[in-house]
């Protein structure tokens, strides 16, 4: 059953029950909606966490800690762009 008759389904089961029940029934997809959001937000916490790790222990990422490998600066810019924010200032 695809995403789209399942939804329609329920909304034609949803339209034949008393109204105190259908409540119950949307409580329960909210339910639902915010542990898939908690879920969610759990996951990417734990995936960054996971790359920071990464990159402040792999050493093919050493570089972005080595100071001396920042070797341009605002003086080597030869020509600005101007971005939208510039021109507000």
Do not use: C, W
């Not at 898939?36 to 996971?50: G, H, P, S, T, Y």
């Not at 790790?53 to 570089?63: G, K, N, P, R």
């Not at 001396?68 to 080597?76: G, K």
Request: charged share 25%; glycine share 2%; aromatic share 6%.
């Amino acid at each position: 059953m695809t995403r789209h008759q399942i939804i329609e389904q329920t909304g034609q089961l949803l339209a034949e029950l008393p109204e105190a029940q259908a409540a119950e029934v949307l409580d329960f997809a909210g339910s639902l909606h915010q542990r898939q959001r908690q879920l969610a937000v759990a996951d990417e916490a734990l995936l960054n966490r996971q790359l920071k790790h990464h990159l402040d222990t792999s050493e093919a990422f050493a570089f972005l800690h080595d100071a001396e490998e920042d070797v341009y600066t605002l003086a080597d810019v030869k020509f600005r762009y101007e971005t939208p924010s510039d021109a507000t200032e």
